[in-house]
């Protein structure tokens, strides 16, 4: 007992660092700046999301200094911002990005719209999915650390989040797969990618297991709050799940994910970087992290969906 509670203080204290290196706690208890995203969001859901969360306040989409780009909270409809490839490149490779933020936020930018356009150099078509999320108030960020520090009440607080996400994701596959003559992409090569929390929202909705809303690849980048998750089926897509190894918050489970990957049978491509930390997405900080792209972009390639 005394060993779990020592390796929880150790735990807990490492999160703490590691986002007090990129948060100030004068930031996190600030609102933010208003802003808004210039592009059309598409519900996911025309005649109405399944299920909901009680008392959710207005959304917000807004800017923060503690946050790279903008950030979006107190999501409940949930949609999506489609980023086309150039016709001249496109290779008829689709990718939905689920973007990270605890379940508090959406790193919207930095981990959505940032890797669209980097996916549309790529020649892929790029589909950022808004998903819903639980209530925050302007001291979100405060909200999220103190309950990094407190693992089971994370859980508790997201744990009636998690059916609404599943279908989320589950649906934004459904809904691309069904408008592939529209989105001029190949319905058998839908990938679903998330970052942190958006890895667990696309974990779920890979493992629901249904052949509808199953992606055909599923990248992962510093994967979290994923404990819990469904069984890992024969048929599972290939994974390529990437963390680094200064991760202060989800380290153990980017390796436990590959590991059950494999154990079922499954084609599992584990990378990590040396150094980055957590929450890096598409920001460059000078560390190993900035190289995360290029060994997505060598898997994705390897694997032929880069090719027309």
């Not at 930031?27 to 995203?37: E, H, Q, R, Y």
């Not at 059309?40 to 959304?59: C, H, Q, R």
Request: charged fraction near 20%; hydrophobic fraction near 45%; charge should be positive.
């Amino acid at each position: 007992m005394m060993r779990r509670s020592m390796r929880r203080s150790i735990l807990g204290g490492a999160i703490a660092l590691g986002l007090a290196a990129t948060w100030s706690l004068a930031a996190c208890a600030s609102a933010g700046t208003p802003t808004t995203i210039d592009k059309t969001v598409i519900p996911l859901w025309p005649k109405g999301a399944p299920g909901s969360l009680p008392d959710m306040p207005a959304e917000v989409t807004e800017l923060r200094a503690s946050n790279p780009g903008t950030i979006m909270r107190n999501v409940t409809v949930p949609g999506l911002l489609i980023y086309p490839a150039d016709p001249k490149t496109a290779n008829g490779t689709a990718m939905i990005v689920a973007p990270g933020g605890g379940f508090h936020l959406l790193s919207i930018e930095n981990e959505g719209i940032a890797v669209a356009k980097w996916l549309n150099s790529l020649g892929v078509t790029a589909i950022v999915l808004k998903y819903r999320l639980i209530a925050t108030g302007d001291d979100v960020q405060r909200a999220l650390i103190g309950r990094l520090l407190n693992r089971s009440a994370m859980m508790r607080a997201i744990d009636p989040l998690q059916p609404l996400v599943t279908a989320d994701g589950e649906q934004a596959v459904r809904y691309v797969r069904a408008h592939a003559k529209q989105l001029k992409i190949k319905p058998n090569r839908v990938g679903l990618m998330g970052f942190s929390a958006g890895g667990a929202v696309s974990v779920w909705a890979t493992l629901a297991n249904h052949a509808d809303s199953r992606p055909d690849f599923l990248v992962t980048i510093y994967p979290g709050l994923i404990a819990g998750h469904a069984p890992v089926p024969a048929n599972a897509p290939p994974l390529f799940d990437l963390v680094a190894d200064d991760d202060p918050i989800v380290r153990p489970e980017a390796e436990e994910l590959q590991k059950a990957w494999k154990a079922a049978g499954g084609d599992a491509t584990y990378v990590t970087v040396a150094n980055g930390g957590h929450g890096f997405g598409m920001a460059k900080t000078g560390k190993a992290s900035d190289a995360w792209p290029e060994r997505l972009q060598q898997w994705l390639d390897a694997k032929g969906y880069l090719r027309k």
